[in-house]
């Protein structure tokens, strides 16, 4: 692996070793790459010669914020991250009573097709590191100048198509010697990639879950979300039904409301009767206009809580933030694009 930022406490302890260093520099190296050097030369503790061999061995590169956006409504910041390869990744800074929250991306574009959402619009490019995947959080601190305290996997790409990355881009954030953001602390969604729930429930590991439901009827879930053509729902409630009893962690279900369409008191009725058995919260989200899509907000919202709750299920409705900056994922990088493509055509 070549991105030194992606390397685990002990893998560049090797790496440096291997360069004829002692093994304690490698925890040196460790925590200033985790408090967001943009040059080796930050490196105060370390000698010179290192830093030019770092330099020469492993480039630093770092995320450039090509846009920002600032909401007036909440003071919520929605960050287009220009990479190393000029590919570009959204994150998002949102404010809670609770502590800052950051939305960050594991891929550049997403490959699963939701019909509703604008991150899948130009498909999948490629997987992000996990360096990449952490750069999202030192940067965004750094950037903001404050301080996070809870990350969620739910921006641009679907986590357990990346999930090695993923699983060590966890280890990494959870560091006491890096950014040391507990698992608890960290909510990772997917739209329902059946293998890879089976696969966190074998790791047990203290994060939430949510997932991308947003039908709980293969006919509709399949007409809006592609993957559950490949995994379908019953195959999903089962994968959630073991990840519950094997780690004994409450998952989220994701639900945004289409008009027409996943709104009708039977479904409500119907992911009732799937949840049963397991502690059920349904996170109930305003729809996105997006450009693209012909599917509308729904006017059920209420109504379709109120069902849901009438089985004893919880049922909230996500705050929505930014609404006044392009938001919700993908939208800022959709725009960044379709300039670029503009500029190239005029020339």
Known sequence: ?????????????????????????????????????T?????????KDLRR?????????????????VSRLDGTIKYLWELEDGNCIESVLMRYRHGNTVCISSQVGCRMGCAFCASTIAGKVRDLTPGEMLDQVIFTQLDSGEPVSNIVLMGIGEPLDNLDAVLRFLELVNHPDG????????????CGLVPGIFRLAELELQLTLSVSLHAPDSETRSRI???????????????????FQTTGRRISFEYALIGNVNDHDWQA???????RGMPGHVNLIPLNDVAESS???SGRLADFQKRLESHGLTATVRRSLGGDIDASCGQLRRKAMEEAQKGESSQ
């Open 1 to 37: 692996m070549n991105e030194l930022k992606s390397l685990t406490l002990p893998e560049l302890t090797e790496t440096l070793r291997a360069m004829g260093e002692p093994a304690f520099r490698g925890k040196q190296v460790f925590t200033w790459l985790h408090k967001g050097i």
């Open 39 to 47: 040059s080796y030369d930050e490196m105060g503790n370390i000698p």
């Open 53 to 69: 061999k770092l330099e020469a061995s492993y480039p630093l590169d770092v995320p450039r914020p090509v846009r920002k956006q």
């Open 179 to 190: 950014l040391n953001i507990g698992m608890r602390h960290i909510s990772l969604s997917t």
């Open 225 to 243: 979300m592609p993957v559950n053509r490949a995994y379908d729902v019953e195959e999903l409630f089962a994968a959630c039904h073991h990840y």
């Open 269 to 275: 009725d119907l992911i009732a009767q799937k949840l």
């Open 295 to 297: 599917f509308k907000p």
